[in-house]
Nanobody, 118 residues
Framework: QVQLVESGGGLVQAGGSLRLSCAAS????????MTWYRQAPGKQRELVAQ???????DYADSVKGRFTISRDNAKNTLYLQMNSLKSEDTAVYYC????????????WGQGTQVTVSS
């Protein structure tokens, strides 16, 4: 029922930009806090950014000022605008949503690979 489909990743040089998208279905998108996570090789998934149903945003310190999370409720789509990319941003990026008590759902899409070359 729940589908989260990430897209927009690719190979980019340091300093470049990418815009990631997440198409969501099977959830009441407009009521959910949505999140972007990333996972680099050999490391755990980490929370990159989140946006509440009311539009409030939070970011990991490592991406503040460079990344912008946004949503289009009419399209059931979540976005992550990534600017001034660094090699440290290289990872698979995943979207998800918050269930209860601040915990993400058990539904993970395929993710989208972001590779930043130095």
């Amino acid at each position: 029922q729940v589908q989260l489909v990430e897209s927009g990743g690719g190979l980019v040089q340091a300093g470049g930009s990418l815009r990631l998208s997440c198409a969501a279905s099977g959830i009441i998108f407009s009521t959910k806090t949505m999140t972007w996570y990333r996972q680099a090789p050999g490391k755990q998934r980490e929370l990159v950014a989140q946006i509440t149903s009311g539009g409030s945003t939070d970011y990991a310190d490592s991406v503040k000022g460079r990344f912008t999370i946004s949503r289009d409720n009419a399209k059931n789509t979540l976005y992550l605008q990534m600017n001034s990319l660094k090699s440290e941003d290289t990872a698979v990026y995943y979207c998800n949503y918050v269930r209860m008590w601040g915990q993400v759902s058990g539904y993970w899409g395929q993710g989208t690979q972001v590779t930043v070359s130095s």
